[in-house]
T-cell receptor, first 110, second 114 residues
Framework: DQQVKQNSPSLSVQEGRISILNCDYT??????FLWYKKYPAEGPTFLIS?????DKNEDGRFTVFLNKSAKHLSLHIVPSQPGDSAVYFC?????????FGQGTELSVKP | ETGVTQTPRHLVMGMTNKKSLKCEQH?????MYWYKQSAKKPLELMFV???????ENNSVPSRFSPECPNSSHLFLHLHTLQPEDSALYLC?????????????FGPGTRLTVT
């Protein structure tokens, strides 16, 4: 059974609006959460992370929210730009290993 | 070179061939990883090396054979592969022992088995 799930395979957003990508996990013992971005023909690029002791981490246009009681993680991108169009993976740390979700393809339309 | 590099970027091989994938990290990290990404699936961890020692083999078939001669280089030797092994193979590195768990990925090798 998948420990990390991204239930939306794709998301389409207008340029300038907010993009919200969601991720659910099963194990309350996970202590560190990450988001990666992947363009076609490239490897995933680390974007932003959050420790389980926090509920929010912000870096420029990117903010990650952690809701531990719901075992839910989200990434907000605002304002969205066409260059943000990519596949976004959430990942959780388990003893130094990363477990990835299946990804959400974000399309930002001009 | 900076970051994590992988060669070749594309590889087509028959089921009876032997080939190798190469990964090199220029980040001074001490852990290296091989992942497989098949279409519409999450990244699957294959192998983990810490300080050149293999610490994880995620039930990978023996037709995939990793080699880590030092902390900067990682190889994946391939032999008698099956068409279902066609995928994107990604290498990553990270700093263990006090570092954060972020892993840094190479661009991947797109493998096609015919």
């Amino acid at each position: 059974d998948q420990q990390v799930k991204q239930n939306s395979p794709s998301l389409s957003v207008q340029e300038g609006r907010i993009s919200i990508l969601n991720c659910d996990y099963t194990n309350s013992m996970f202590d560190y959460f990450l988001w990666y971005k992947k363009y076609p023909a490239e490897g995933p690029t680390f974007l932003i992370s959050i420790s389980s002791i926090k509920d929010k981490n912000e870096d420029g246009r990117f903010t990650v929210f952690l809701n531990k009681s719901a075992k839910h993680l989200s990434l907000h991108i605002v304002p969205s730009q066409p260059g943000d169009s990519a596949v976004y993976f959430c990942a959780v740390n388990q003893g130094g290993k990363l477990i990835f979700g299946q990804g959400t393809e974000l399309s930002v339309k001009p | 070179e900076t970051g994590v590099t992988q060669t070749p970027r594309h590889l087509v091989m028959g089921m009876t061939n032997k080939k190798s994938l190469k990964c090199e990290q220029h980040l001074g990290h001490n852990a290296m990883y091989w992942y497989k990404q098949s279409a519409k699936k999450p990244l699957e961890l294959m192998f983990v090396y810490n300080f050149k020692e293999q610490t994880e083999n995620n039930s990978v078939p023996s037709r995939f054979s990793p080699e880590c001669p030092n902390s900067s280089h990682l190889f994946l030797h391939l032999h008698t592969l099956q068409p279902e092994d066609s995928a994107l193979y990604l290498c990553a590195s990270s700093q263990l022992a006090g570092g954060l768990p972020e892993q840094y990925f190479g661009p991947g090798t797109r493998l096609t088995v015919t």
